[in-house]
């Protein structure tokens, strides 16, 4: 019988070898995943609706005209949805929350989902998929409100909304006492902060409107020791009471023209430049 040469591996063991390397591979992907997104699970309302938002764009790059590379035109924009102040008076409530699932450029888009991404997951775990739902939806309603209000001669697109209300349940989550990291947050807040709103293009009010009822919100819907009652009573009435501040100041908007808000330009139905958060828009298309 002749020795096997040097070298020489049996076949069972690499059989029992591939496997061992596909664990280590999947191990290392899952290890990436975490890094670049803490808490990261396939099985999260903030991946549905991350995939949602992100096919969403492809839509409007396949069935709207565009300016240049990707850039829907304003009129598309808003034809889909896109936050106009005196159609939301009017009675187009839809429009608080269309906006979220539009988006401005691929860059846009792939900002805002990479932001939330980096953010939501452990709001999520925290608060349970359906609250989670519920705030990243009414955050995103009320920066629409908020900047429609304030600034009635955009129309505004984007989810950085909803995610500015995740930063705000963070900080919340912070002020509770559920993270030991309170002054790294505070601090990354304020870069964060500052980064999003310095574009020319940046929805102001909208992002602000987003972080403080995602602050306000976290506290109403988390159930534990660390927000007592009286606590998230406070919350919400804080939250109602800026809801009807802004909802009083929108009505009064209600039926006005674009020239009357000093639009320069507008669509079949009216428009103007678009405040996206984070990405300039382009050319208004007649």
């Known amino acids: 019988m002749e020795a096997p040469p040097p070298g020489w591996v049996p076949p069972s063991a690499l059989r029992r070898a591939r496997p061992q390397a596909l664990e280590t591979t999947a191990d290392t992907n899952k290890s990436l995943l975490q890094t670049m997104f803490p808490g990261f ?6 991946v549905a609706l991350s995939a949602v938002e992100l096919a969403t764009y492809g839509a ?5 005209p565009t300016v240049g590379q990707g850039y829907p035109t304003l009129c598309g924009l808003y034809s889909w949805g896109a936050a106009y102040a005196p159609q939301i008076a009017s009675g187009a409530l839809w429009r608080l929350l269309a906006p979220t699932f539009l988006h401005a450029s691929f860059s846009h888009v ?3 989902v990479i932001f939330q991404l980096r953010l939501g997951f452990s709001v999520e775990e925290s608060l349970g998929h ?3 739902a519920v705030l990243y939806f009414t955050t995103g309603a009320f920066g629409s409100l908020m900047s ?16 500015l209300g995740l930063l705000g349940a963070l900080l919340a989550r912070a002020y509770l006492g559920e993270t030991a990291q309170s002054h790294g947050l505070a601090v990354s807040s304020i870069a964060i902060l500052i980064l999003v709103n310095s574009g020319p293009q940046a929805d102001v009010f909208g992002h602000l409107g ?7 919100l ?10 007592p009652g009286h606590l998230r009573g406070t919350a ?20 006005m023209t674009p020239e009357a808000l000093g639009m320069m330009s507008r669509c079949p139905g009216m428009l103007t430049n678009v405040a996206t958060g984070a990405a300039k828009v382009g050319s208004a298309m007649q």
Not at 41 to 46: C, P, S
Not at 60 to 64: D, E, G
Not at 148 to 163: F, L
């Open 41 to 46: 699970a396939f099985d999260t309302v903030l």
């Open 60 to 64: 409007l790059i396949c069935f709207l």
């Open 130 to 132: 359906w609250r989670f």
């Open 236 to 255: 919400l009435a804080a939250l109602a009471t800026f809801t009807l501040i802004g909802s009083v100041e929108l009505h009064k908007l209600a039926g």
């Open 210 to 216: 987003g972080l403080l009822a995602g602050f306000l």
């Open 218 to 227: 976290y506290i109403v819907l988390h159930k534990g020791e660390t927000s």
């Open 148 to 163: 429609a209000a304030m600034t009635p001669q955009t129309v505004a697109v984007g989810a950085s909304t909803s995610a």
């Open 110 to 112: 792939l900002t805002n």
